[in-house]
């Protein structure tokens, strides 16, 4: 929409500025009708009138006092100013407004903050108009934490992950993340380099929309437009030439490029799930903790769904959500979401081709939907249990659609535990199948109880107003540490000895008929791993980048159980030539330290317990007279155990 320009003594106009004035100061005026307005063509003093109608800024002079010391970065602020314009009148409004409101919030001035680039579309207003608009536009649109590392950017990945998964993976390769090109875009609204009637007609239209997510979306729009030119062109260039390019591309934008530019974004956030902007909106735009919802999503593996949205599965228009369930076969039996797909992850590993075939009915079933309605598209939404040993599998799945380039995958946060509990009492009208007495949540809910009931009859003066969930939460965190100590005092048997040497041995490493074998229970196991007490050399990874390198087959969380009988998260990582076991850091998430690293060729035998199955011992030659050995806790052992025992090349 251009500016419609009136000479001096313009009645026509003048009367037009009038009634939109009449407009905006009716009590019942809609965002409909001012957009009707808008529509037949506005000057730039109507447009500001709508601009601070729709901030919620009209007649509020919310500064009566601009006598204030200057802030100490007033040169700065000052330098940055005369950057973007000439006009001296605009220069000292800008930089009297930015003084202030640093002063104002008692923080520090930053020259890439975006906030000259914010203020000036509006030096057309009063200066008390002018930082009242510019003060809502920062808390109402522009995301908080915009900065390196910033949650903003790791959501928009994950938005271009769940639309553009192969120009996504393009850029992780590049190790261009989005806040190298995107910091711009989000600190300045788009401001940037672009010319001020691109940016005027740009502004209407988003504070018209009123959505300020529209931000990510924009940003969506940009990269999916110009994808050919990234993935071909700029295949070759690294990192930073490609994240300089990329920043530049809004800049280009011309007023006619404007209509179809928002019209795509909202195309794009009709298609997004409802929870892009319900679970983020009052971490990026409210006063809520930013810590909140956005702990894991750095390392999120795909977009996460609530529940809730998965429950009222038309929340969203243009989006059905078929629900993949990939937890155990005898779990899925036990209740599941009406209308999900079961898809086993065991059979990846266990029959590569029954899993090959399952996936591709799944991704059939997303297909044919669209093909039969193409303004709904099948969005898949996996669900596990929400259980640590079980959910490496899920991502698995997961990583495995993405390899595919499947666009639309996202995955149930907290899984089917969060379903369950959600339903509460109507989990047997809202569930299919649902078995009590299979389901684990509800054989989980039942030991809950039952310990609680122990709890209160052991109990000589049990209190009157005692709370149930603190009874229950202290029965848990006693039983778990003991039964934990317990078990690993248990899979513990004479752990003097560090190495097993072949003079204990009657037979040599190789020439065994199966390297895996059942052990009695009684048999003494010598484990050689390093006790929790024990000084290593500590080489420290990023395990989530680890898992995710090419040569990675598959990784596995277990429990090591160390030689005085305590037990450590771990993840078992099998490469194309060597197994791994990567011991977590609690307090340096993702971070984790290499315990150890043996070529397959070095395993001389895997032994399983007769009586606890999952405990597993690898034995594995250190030098030509010696033996060292590890002993793990490993859910779906026999997968994992097979799957190792499978990379152990043949005898010379």
Known sequence: MTDLVSE????????????????????????????????NGVNNEE?????KWLLGVGGKNIITDWDTP????????TEDVKKVTDDTESQDKMACIISYYCTARNTSYKTACGWVEVLLPLTALSKG???????????KFVPRNCKADGKPFHLFRLLLLYHDPELCTFLDTKKCAPELYA????????VGKCDQQVVREMWTRYLLQGDPFMVFYLGLVILVNARDYILNQLETEDCSEIASQITTFPDSLSVEDIEDFMSLAKYYGERTPASFRHDYHAQLFGNAPTESNFASLSQALCLPISIPELLHKTSCEGINYLVVDCRPKMQYEAGHLPGAVHLDPDTMLADPALFTTNVASVLLMQRKTFLEDELTSNHLCFMGHSRIEEDHLLNMVVAHFLLRKTQFVSCARDGYKALHELLDREVDNGLEEHNSNQCLVCCEEQALRMADTELVVASPEPEINSNLVSKMSSVMKVTSSSVRNKLGSLWTEDLSERHVTTATKSKPYRGMENVFSIADDEEDELVGGASSSEESEREI????????KADTISSHSVEEITPDGKMFTCVLLLTDTHLYNIRHLPDRPPMGVIKFRYSYANIAR?????????VITFKFIKSETELTAYRFLIPQSKVVTAQITSLIPPDQ
Request: aromatic residues 12%.
């Open 8 to 39: 001096n003594g313009d009645d026509t106009r003048k009367s037009e500025l009038d009634e939109l004035d009449d407009l905006l100061k009716r009590p019942n005026c809609s965002v409909n009708e001012v957009e009707e307005f808008y529509q």
């Open 47 to 51: 447009r500001m009138l709508i601009w």
């Open 70 to 77: 200057q802030h100490k970065d007033i040169d700065t602020i």
């Open 129 to 139: 108009d002018m930082y009242a608009a510019f003060y809502a536009l920062l808390s």
């Open 183 to 190: 910091q711009r875009w989000f600190r300045s609204l788009y």
């Open 541 to 548: 990874i990023n395990v989530k980048l680890w898992q995710s």
């Open 606 to 614: 895997i032994t399983a317990k007769k009586k606890h199955p999952d």
